[in-house]
């Protein structure tokens, strides 16, 4: 599994050659190198090369390539072995919260939104949170905003007639959506 932005560790181990070789590692996209890693070589020893994906990486058909190569007055290669990797956008989790799930007109919604990277850390950057009614309307947009050690904490003021039914929050964060609904439904309290 490849996923953007990361750092990925490929371990090989030479059993046997008479010759020195250098192990070389790299990841492919649709046939274009995006990510490699060299490194010399000694019998019977693992050697570990890190490979960082870009985190600009889209979509498409993944190998990662390892090949052993003589840079001695041979020159070539000793062995190439190509697997192929499935790729996944999903470089991130993202926790969408709010203080109750159904709120009634005029009320505020506060919620919060947490995003964390694959290693269980705080995301750095910023994100886009949209406010949308049930017909999908952005009712309120937060651009570019920076959480603050690793939350973004918002609300939204619900009008004294808004529309009733299931509201969406979206987070956009490095080009991932995560989607959570609340109800906002009416109610008029008694007069006796």
Known sequence: MVRPGQIYRVAATILQSKYPLTIRA??????????AASHPAK??????LLIRVPSTSVKGDY??????????????????????LTFS????????QTDKP??????TVNFRAIPINTELKAFD?????????????????????????????????????????????????QGQIEEFSFSVEEYYQTRF
């Open 26 to 35: 790299s990841i492919q996209r649709n046939g274009v190198e995006i990510g």
């Open 43 to 48: 019998n019977g020893v693992t050697e570990t």
């Open 63 to 84: 190998k990662l390539r390892v090949e052993g190569l003589h840079y001695a007055t041979f020159g070539g290669s000793a062995f190439v072995n190509e697997t192929k």
């Open 89 to 96: 956008q999903r470089s991130m989790t993202i926790f969408i």
């Open 102 to 107: 159904i709120y009634i007109q005029g009320e």
């Open 125 to 173: 950057s910023t994100i886009d949170v949209y406010m949308l009614d049930p017909n999908r309307y952005i009712m309120r947009r937060w651009l570019s905003r920076q959480s603050n050690l690793g939350t973004v904490s918002l609300n939204y003021q619900l009008s004294d007639q808004p529309k009733f039914g299931e509201w969406t929050i979206q987070v956009i964060a």
